[in-house]
């Protein structure tokens, strides 16, 4: 059995962007300056046989913020539209993402949720109490799971 | 190239620029770069092209109207619009053809489920979520979109490895199909080539000549995550 992984927004951003750029053309989206990890072909190799190893999930709260990263860089009806089939195709038939679902109301620490903002808080719950593994390249919340024995994984190792 | 007797306006004008021609031009930069190399996009599962459409399902559907005018008003585009859904169409019924054939004969399903199996003595089912039922027409799906090299997909390892046989065979069973299915690619590629370059030219003359920019004119915002 695969130990599990939550993966964090800028981690799948990037390589859904470096993924259209790919199969789609680098003129279907301006984002080769966004991306501070996955620029080049080794980084996403490095990353990919990462991801490889774990059970993968994602919050559901990531998904919507997906979608504000897809409504600045991604403009146009059919450009939209193609976005949303790659992300869909990469993360449920190619890499067997599972959702995972947990509600605002659940977490009773609003200390938590003031330092981290909402979708964050969620991901520590959830990397908590289903002993996942947090993939990320927010520092601070790194730090955070650090001090709280969270495993974690600093999206940013993968750069070299 | 408008064909009415009044000229249209500059604000007509400007809508067809930023709602018709340019999504189309955006379009076919895309379409372009798939099947330069080859890529027809097309998927096994609902034997479809994913990324490669009609050219009316590329215009918001909030636009059908100014689409319908503009088609009225320019029939030349109407008819290369026209052509290009056609060879899309036939290219389709192509790969679709090539799925049946190949997935009907057991020397070439044979082949993929033995393939399969020695590699999974070492490593993992590679397929994904398609079922390993379905794994063969997931080959047949790249085979039809003239992949040499998957770089992140789960079974890229399994194509690195065993893609020449694969190719091999199913060039060898089904020639004229393959042959046929290249030549559609490459006339898509042309119409997609001949609408970028033309639609390239009559878009700067309605910019040039109604005093429109290229695109819209938009304050834009600094807020991100």
Redesign the interface.
């Known amino acids: 059995m695969k130990d599990k992984l939550l993966v964090d927004t800028r981690p799948l951003v990037e390589f859904l962007f470096w993924q259209c750029s790919q199969k789609l053309g680098r003129k279907f989206l301006q984002v080769g300056k966004e991306s501070e990890v996955l620029k080049t072909e080794e980084p996403v190799k490095r990353f990919v046989a990462f991801l490889k190893k774990y059970q993968l999930f994602i919050a559901s709260v990531v998904i919507a913020e997906i979608q504000c990263h897809q409504r600045r860089k991604v403009k146009g009806f059919h450009q939209q539209r193609a976005f949303w089939k790659l992300t869909l195709d990469q993360l449920y038939r190619v890499f067997l993402f599972q959702e995972q679902h947990k509600p605002l109301s659940d977490i009773k620490d609003v200390s938590l949720i003031q330092q981290f903002g909402p979708v964050d808080a969620i991901q520590i719950s959830i990397a908590q109490e289903e002993q996942m593994m947090l993939l990320s390249s927010d520092t601070e919340l790194l730090s955070y799971c650090d001090s709280q024995k969270i495993q974690y994984k600093n999206f940013a190792d993968f750069k070299y | 190239m408008a064909t009415s007797q009044q000229k249209p306006s500059s604000k007509r004008m400007a809508s067809w620029v930023y709602h018709i021609i340019?999504?189309i031009l955006?379009?076919m930069?895309?379409e372009?770069?798939?099947l330069q190399n080859e890529n027809l996009s097309w998927q096994f599962y609902n034997k479809q092209t994913?990324?490669i459409?009609r050219i009316e399902?590329?215009?918001?559907f909030q636009q059908h109207h100014n689409y319908r005018h503009f088609l009225t008003e320019c029939p030349h585009f109407a008819q290369l619009f026209k052509e290009h859904d056609e060879v899309l169409r036939e290219a389709a019924n192509l790969a679709a053809e090539i799925l049946a054939s190949l997935t009907g004969v057991k020397i070439f399903t044979d082949l993929v489920y033995k393939k399969l199996a020695e590699y999974m003595q070492t490593e993992a089912y590679p397929g994904?979520?398609?079922p390993q039922a379905k794994f063969h027409e997931l080959m047949v799906e790249h085979l039809v979109n003239g992949v040499e090299e998957l770089?992140?997909?789960?079974d890229s390892e399994f194509w690195a490895q065993y893609s020449d046989a694969l190719k091999t065979t199913a060039r060898q069973l089904y020639p004229q199909l393959f042959a046929k299915l290249k030549e559609a690619k490459q006339k898509l590629l042309g119409h997609a080539q001949a609408i970028q370059q033309k639609l390239e030219g009559y878009s700067y003359s309605l910019c040039k000549e109604y005093d429109i920019p290229g695109d819209p004119v938009v304050a834009s915002?600094s807020h991100?995550?």
């Open positions: 340019n999504p955006d379009a930069a895309t372009c770069h798939l994913e990324f459409s399902e590329y215009i918001d994904g979520a398609v770089l992140v997909e789960s915002s991100e995550r």
